[in-house]
């Protein structure tokens, strides 16, 4: 693999000609490749601002790849230009003012906007693509969900992924259950969700719901090794991703229906899971 070039970090590129702040793009027009790198501030989350310009990136995609003869897009990598982390997941701090304030529907149009993002991930934009995630920093909460979302997931070793939400008395409402469940099945899924657990990537890898561990340092050089089998073997892998969709479909009532019982659960926190949460927001501050 020394002759593939990885990413030029350095390179910002604009989305329908206004520059990100939120999100890191670039396109690799040798494998059809558009890499989608994530850089949140002022906490490595998904806040509104990040939520936006993902709407805003796929909006684009979507509008390329039906205008473009050729295809545009083989690829979108998902992955972060923070150093350490993938994403911490939902904005607490914003959840805890919506909660505080009593302002259900404002929780709830969060979780929807999540949940349109996601739902775009797992069917790579009802586009002849595939979507990959490359997590070389911890992906918690809403992160790991939306890693579990894309077709491939790719973990460099010594990554730690988990749901922290038991820990405040909630759970993760944006699709982890339904992700994890068709990866692993319903018992190792709840086993995972309930244990508020940081997994290790390699541990993860061996339950299988990881698709590729790769070393260190060296997952973009996986996410290229990775696209060169497919395109070796188009054909097969094309209809490998096809039969997922159809064994492992998730529909948008499924995620919507969970991410209603995730606000109304969140309205029955208490002073003391509102703490606790506060305790991962000053976490969340420090990365």
Not at 21 to 28: A, E, G, P, V
Not at 89 to 113: C, K, P, T, V, W
């Amino acid at each position: 693999m020394s002759n593939v070039a990885v990413l030029d970090r350095s390179a910002y590129s604009k989305i329908d000609g206004k520059q990100s702040r939120h999100l890191k793009t670039h396109y690799d027009e040798k494998y059809k490749l558009s890499w989608c790198l994530m850089k949140s501030e002022p906490r490595p989350c998904f806040t509104t601002q990040l939520l936006s310009e993902f709407h805003e990136y796929i909006r684009v995609v979507k509008e390329e790849m039906r205008i473009s003869q050729d295809e545009k897009y083989d690829y979108i990598v998902l992955g972060s230009d923070v150093e350490g982390v993938f994403n911490l997941g939902g904005d607490l701090n914003l959840f805890r003012s919506y909660i505080e304030s009593g302002n259900r529907d404002a929780l709830f149009n969060y979780a929807i906007r999540c949940i349109d993002i996601l739902h775009e991930n797992i069917n790579h934009l009802d586009c002849e693509l595939t979507t990959i995630a490359l997590v070389q920093g911890d992906a918690l909460g809403g992160g790991f969900e939306s890693a579990l979302a894309s077709n491939v997931v790719i973990a460099e070793k010594g990554v730690k992924m988990g749901l922290p939400e038991v820990l405040f008395n909630l759970f993760p409402g944006m699709g982890a259950y339904s992700l994890l469940a068709r990866r692993v099945g319903t018992s190792a899924a709840e086993r995972i969700i309930l244990s508020g657990k940081l997994y290790g990537s390699e541990e993860l890898f061996d339950m299988g719901v990881i698709d590729i561990l790769a070393e260190k340092g060296e997952g973009e050089m996986e996410v290229y090794k990775y696209i060169k089998a497919a395109n070796r073997y188009s054909n097969s892998y094309g209809a490998i991703r096809k039969v997922r969709d159809i064994c492992n479909k998730i529909s948008y009532d499924e995620l919507i229906d969970i991410a209603k019982i995730w606000t109304d659960a969140a309205f029955k926190l208490t002073e003391k899971d509102l703490k606790m949460m506060g305790r991962l927001i000053q976490r969340q501050d420090q990365r």
